[in-house]
């Protein structure tokens, strides 16, 4: 990854997907509450890993022309 975004502000900071973010997505995108809204059905574990690779990979790319970011606090 080139320059990992990273935006901190007193009460969460935005930041590029890690890995290690697999479990605090999938309990968004596997929460019925949640997934009623967006453009996409409950993901499985599966999933969810396969969504944070992607927004990896998307960090990566030379430009970097998309950017998906995960919240976590200061």
Same mark, same amino acid.
């Given at each position: 990854?080139?320059?990992? =975004?990273? =935006?901190?502000?007193? $009460?969460?900071?935005? !930041? +590029? %997907?890690?890995?290690?973010?697999?479990?605090?997505?999938?309990?968004?995108?596997? +929460? /019925? $509450?949640?997934? $009623?809204?967006?453009? %996409?059905?409950?993901? +499985? &574990?599966?999933?969810? /890993? &396969?969504?944070?690779?992607? *927004? !990896?990979? *998307?960090?990566?790319?030379?430009? $970097?022309? /998309?950017?998906?970011?995960?919240?976590?606090?200061?």
């Amino acid at each position: 990854m080139g320059h990992p =975004l990273r =935006l901190m502000t007193p $009460r969460a900071t935005l !930041r +590029d %997907f890690l890995p290690t973010d697999v479990e605090g997505l999938l309990g968004i995108v596997d +929460d /019925e $509450r949640v997934t $009623r809204w967006p453009s %996409f059905d409950n993901r +499985d &574990r599966d999933r969810a /890993e &396969r969504m944070i690779g992607t *927004a !990896r990979a *998307a960090a990566s790319a030379q430009p $970097r022309t /998309e950017c998906y970011v995960g919240v976590a606090s200061p």
